[in-house]
């Protein structure tokens, strides 16, 4: 491990016991914070507890508890269609990645509360966990989403919690594509019944998958000013969630332009692989490490100092 890499995770060993602590508040906040079905649901996340334990216990463990119940799920962050006998309810459960998740949303209330706008960009967005709470809890607010997601499936599943939530079309756009740092089509292996495990390359041979063709597309390429009007004159920060399975090196590398078009950059990264090229390509980007307080996802900002005081 790099000495940078080595810094991260030590500081998240430091966390260790707060993380655990905070896991398990989450868990039993869940009895409070999901509206409908509490009971049904409430027993799954115990099964899926369950099952991550037996698996980081016994790596070679298969269970795999799926949804048997109600399509759609109402928390207090949001209205969440889920699929069937896959394990999507796991992802917009209150309790997932629940600490970065409160950080997220402690960025964007101090900065939303001082009126002064936010691009929130989900990168790897799934069915909408982090931008549909994102845009519903901050749509009185100067808060502009924008998630991209490979996945036609997901995109489907992503427009109907957007339309479930009644989030205007102007404070949450979507585009169906999987950023790289170059352009064109690639194979992606896609999670029948884990889709947030989906990704570019090979699936482990335990996952019940099949093989797509999805576009790639750079963020550099994307004109935010042209899509977000009311953020074009408004020097807005820019928060970035990344959770792409193993492609956040050609996510960075293809978005360095896009990224030096704001004064100020705060990024969540999903960090469980890959680490040493991904911190490399970080600071190469000079970004600075920030923060780690779980074991998903490690935090980045590049502030211009210059532009930032104007």
Known sequence: MTDIGARIWSVYAARRAGFWLSYLRAKVAVLFEVRRPLFSFFLYELKYTLANGLKAALPGAGWLPLWRGPETIETRFGVFR?????QDPAIISPAFERRDFDRLLGILAVRASARRPVLFVDIGANIGKFCVSVARCFRSRPVYCLAFEPVAANVAMLAEN?????????RLI???TALHDHTGKTEMSLALQSPGCSR??????DHVQERVEAELSRLD???????????AAARPLLVCKIDVEGSEV???????????EFAE????????ENTG?????LGRMKFAFTEKITPYNSWWSLIRRGEAER
């Open 82 to 86: 889920v699929r069937p006998l896959t």
């Open 162 to 170: 957007i339309a479930l939530n009644e989030i205007p079309a102007d």
């Open 174 to 176: 979507v585009r169906r």
């Open 200 to 205: 570019l390359g090979v699936l482990a041979p």
């Open 221 to 231: 390429d994307f004109d935010w000013r042209a899509r977000f009007p009311a953020l």
């Open 250 to 260: 050609p996510v960075l590398a293809g978005g360095e332009k896009f990224f030096g």
């Open 265 to 272: 950059v705060v990024l969540m990264v999903e960090d469980t």
């Open 277 to 281: 090229p991904l911190y490399a390509e």
